[in-house]
């Protein structure tokens, strides 16, 4: 009994973690290649703008051979970039497709919100924040989100991507980067501009154009983050991020005050600010013409500098962006409320079966089935970067409860369930391809690995009636399981960290049913043992 459950487990299993671990790997390397571009691209910029400065001309008009290859670097990064976004095997789209196995010939549409696999979108971020960057330095303003380079001219493959045969697969996306990236790509862009400040302003004597291009920098960062400030961003990645960019402001009007001030003394009337710092700079004044109720001029905030430079902030395709957010903020808030009446639905129906309440249980299995098709699914297909955190505890929870009711009563439910009084346990495990609800390989594991939890509470129940045979089955399965995940190898992380608690709770059950044994050795009548009475043993069965 027990070689063949784990016969089962494990052919099923080992092809899909060979495929996850395959995809990952992918991902990963394609990670590697896009941080090698961008590094390659900033080393020849790095090598542009040193001989420019050496020809004492402006970067965009030395035309040698270290540009030309820069600008072809460049068109390598955006193609590499662009097949990366158009291609289906770098995103985890189990919401939309329901799974993330990607079957030969058939049809594939990516969500255009799928989360990247591998640490893609981090790269992601670091290219919007080198276009940002050089786009800033060369034209002095900043890139609006719909520029060309973060949209795809087409969203549909042309198969010709990575060399796969990808005729079949149909893209919803039309922009490169998500909002949340190109948002992290514009904060680390102000930290490049603080560097780069620091950097100019190291030959601020013999440059002239270096306090015009630091004021500028300053008033940059100001206006971004008076952006930023209008966000409310939840506590994330993003939101420490935002709270780094004040330090980038404060670093260039430190060093604006400081080139100021050692202008004055040493006679350096270049570097002396005709302008009082001391009011914070073009944040504050903002601040003071909002309280003046003065009206803005356009619906973009444009600040006219010395020499014809102006500097301007995309601040309606910012605002769709915090638009977008909040509504995002919305639907998450709505996925949490709902997904507490799932969980708790399902955690209702396990205690149920140890009651031996099947009808209900298997009303309230129903009911969290309803629950994630009706109303979890629907806002998971719009915003699929949800899926992990709430919703994957409902499906845990759901996968742990529908492999109980199956190991207890087996295919036949109705059959079985009602003599559930007098039926013994059936010892079935359902394959991942048998649950009803589309889960990932993760809520496959962590439900089996809880399964255990509740055999070992079902084990006990059944030792106290003297019932050997059910407490063997007991054994078997949740050996089965225990030597499938060790067979398995590489594991996901939320199941790796039960492995520990699964195998205490393997020699928990040996024990229970060598004390069985020695019932029937002694012709004891009562069944008692240290399992049962130590309590807190019952939670250490992993089901909580």
């Known amino acids: 009994m027990a070689a063949q459950l784990w016969t089962q487990l494990t052919n099923q299993l080992e092809d899909r973690i060979k495929f996850e671990d395959d995809r990952h790997q992918k991902a990963t390397a394609r990670a590697w290649e896009l941080n090698a571009a961008l590094v390659r691209c900033e080393m020849f910029h790095q090598v542009a703008v040193e001989a ?18 820069q600008n072809k670097e460049e068109e390598e990064l955006d193609k590499l970039v662009r097949d990366t976004a158009l291609s289906p095997h770098f995103f985890n789209n189990i919401v939309h497709a329901g799974s993330s196995h990607v079957p030969d010939g058939e049809s594939i549409e990516v969500h255009p919100r799928a989360p990247r696999l591998g640490g893609i979108a981090s790269k992601m971020e670091d290219y919007a924040r080198y276009k940002t960057l050089h786009h800033f330095l060369s034209e002095g303003k900043l ?29 919803r996306r039309n922009n490169i980067i998500t909002d949340e990236e190109y948002l992290a790509g514009v904060i680390a862009m102000c930290h490049d501009l603080g560097k780069y400040g620091v950097t100019r302003a190291s030959d601020a004597v013999d440059d002239e154009t270096t306090v015009p291009f630091i004021k ?12 930023l400030l209008q966000f409310d961003f939840r506590n994330g990645p993003l939101r420490r991020k935002y ?44 601040k003071i013409n909002e309280e003046g109720d003065s009206k803005p001029v356009a619906d973009d905030i444009i600040m006219q500098e010395g020499g014809g430079m102006s500097l301007a902030i995309p601040k309606k395709e910012i605002g769709e962006i915090r638009e977008r ?50 109303d979890l699914l629907p806002i998971l297909k719009e915003e699929p970067n949800m899926r992990h955190g709430s919703f994957a505890g409902v499906l845990e929870e759901y996968v742990e409860g529908k492999l109980f009711y199956t190991w207890l009563y087996g295919d036949n439910h109705e059959t079985n369930a009602g003599n559930s009084s007098k039926q013994r346990a059936v010892g079935k495990i359902l394959l991942m391809s048998e649950i009803p609800l589309k889960i990932s390989m993760e809520d496959y ?36 399981i225990n030597m499938t995940l060790k067979m398995l190898g590489k594991l996901p992380r939320n199941v790796s960290k039960k492995m520990s608690t699964l195998s205490k709770s393997v020699e928990k059950l040996d024990r229970v049913l060598y004390e069985q044994s020695l019932m029937e050795m002694t012709g004891r009548k009562e069944f008692a043992t240290g399992v049962e009475v130590v309590s807190p043993a019952f939670d250490n069965f992993m089901g909580d």
């Open 143 to 171: 890139l609006p989100p719909n520029a060309p380079c973060f949209q795809l001219t087409d969203v549909s493959n042309d198969g010709e991507n990575d060399g796969d045969n990808n005729d079949n697969i149909s893209l």
């Open 52 to 69: 420019a400065a050496a020809s004492n001309k402006p970067n965009n008009d030395v035309k040698d051979d270290n540009t030309i290859l």
């Open 216 to 227: 500028r920098a300053r008033d940059a960062v100001s206006l971004i983050l008076e952006e």
């Open 243 to 286: 709270d780094s960019t004040k330090y980038s402001l404060k670093t260039l009007e430190t060093v604006l005050y400081e080139l100021s001030v050692a202008g004055a003394v040493g006679g350096h009337e270049s570097l002396v600010i005709a302008e009082n710092l001391d009011d914070g700079g073009p944040l504050k004044r903002m």
């Open 445 to 480: 594991f962590g439900g089996l690995c809880d399964l255990t939890g509740e055999i070992g509470r079902y084990a006990i129940s059944r030792g106290t009636v003297r019932d050997k045979e059910s407490v063997k089955l007991c054994v078997d399965s949740s050996q089965s």
């Open 325 to 374: 957010t909040d509504h995002r903020d919305k639907l998450r808030e709505s996925l949490i409320k709902t997904c507490r009446d799932g969980q708790k639905a399902a955690k209702q129906a396990i205690f149920a079966l140890h009651r031996g309440d099947a009808a209900r249980a298997a009303k309230l299995l129903n009911d969290v089935e309803n629950c994630v098709t009706n």
